[in-house]
């Protein structure tokens, strides 16, 4: 028994250590949402201007509206943002493949650089909202792009991912999730 | 000579000394007290971006447009409570740079009070177990033998 006392501070700090070590695995810069279970925002974002222009079909805008009804992705990028090109292919295969509708909000960017972009790597959105002034990307409680999240029928946010979509992240956790909130 | 030099080079050093402001000059609100508001609470707002600098410190794109959306909401006549409300019903707790007192973070606010306790208490055993060693509480009394024993070896010393 006083053995076992005299062992306690090494346990405890075998203890500390593990809890910090398990830390290093967390990134940091994954911070919590505070949305999720929460109603999406209330927003009315027009459509990246001059969409018409380019030929692509012009899906006027994105609206809170748009989002009730089926399992919806939202996810938020920029031309300007690398892993925003990154991901591209796996939001493609998600909307074309996958039969997951996926909305855009296009954040502080420039609209002919959007359109070039999109017009480069493929228009994989049912819908773009462009935030020139990311007022309502701040409502979503956005603060780095690419960010995703995952509405479902009655328009709440569900899930949400921040960084690049992975094959890994869309296998793991949205595919199995867009299907429970599908059923529910 | 050299002091004049030196003093002279010192006061022209002072001014970068002072820290550049993140505050943009286009931000800054024309009522005095409606900006030392928004300063006062931009200081208490983490930026998300660079994380441990206030928004107030901070040149991240982000963080001009919390400070622009601070300031927009104190001139619609929010008081500062309703703004940071705004800002955490966004962003959560997390942007808080003093995170509140509440049970989620209890073992923060308490946690280093608890060890602290911990350590106390386990010195005030320890010593109290010392102490009674040193008067001799818990050892026996000496036998007849030993006693004849020590007293040959101290009178040896004489």
Known sequence: MR??????PFLLFIGVGVAFYLGFERDPRDIPSALIDKPAPTFDLPAVPGQMAQGQPATGGLS????????????????WCIPCKAEHPVI?????????TVYGINYKDKPEDALTWLSRNGNPYAAIGADQDGRVSIDWGVYGVPESYLIDRKGRIRFKHVGPLTPQVVEEQILPMVKHLRQG | MKRLLLAVLLALSAPAAIPALAVQPD???????????????????RCLVCQNQSIDD?????ARDLRLLVRDRLKAGDSDDKVMEFVTDRYGDYVLLR???????????IGPFAVLLLGAAGTFLFLRGRRGVAAGA???PLSADERR??????????
């Not at chain 1, 809170?64 to 031309?79: I, P, Q």
């Not at chain 2, 995170?99 to 606010?109: E, G, N, S």
């Open chain 2, 99 to 109: 995170p509140p007192f509440k049970a989620t973070t209890l073992v923060l606010w």
């Open chain 2, 58 to 62: 901070s040149n991240a794109p982000l």
């Open chain 1, 64 to 79: 809170s509206a748009k989002l009730a009804g089926d399992v919806t992705l939202v996810n938020v990028f920029a031309s």
């Open chain 2, 138 to 140: 818990d050892t026996a």
């Open chain 2, 149 to 158: 024993r020590l007293d040959a070896l101290l009178r040896k010393d004489d």
């Open chain 1, 3 to 8: 053995r076992l006392l005299y062992l306690l």
């Open chain 1, 92 to 100: 493609t295969r998600l909307s074309r493949e996958q039969g997951v």
């Open chain 2, 27 to 45: 931000e800054v609100l024309p009522d005095p007290a409606l900006e030392s508001r928004a300063r006062a609470i931009s200081q208490e707002l």
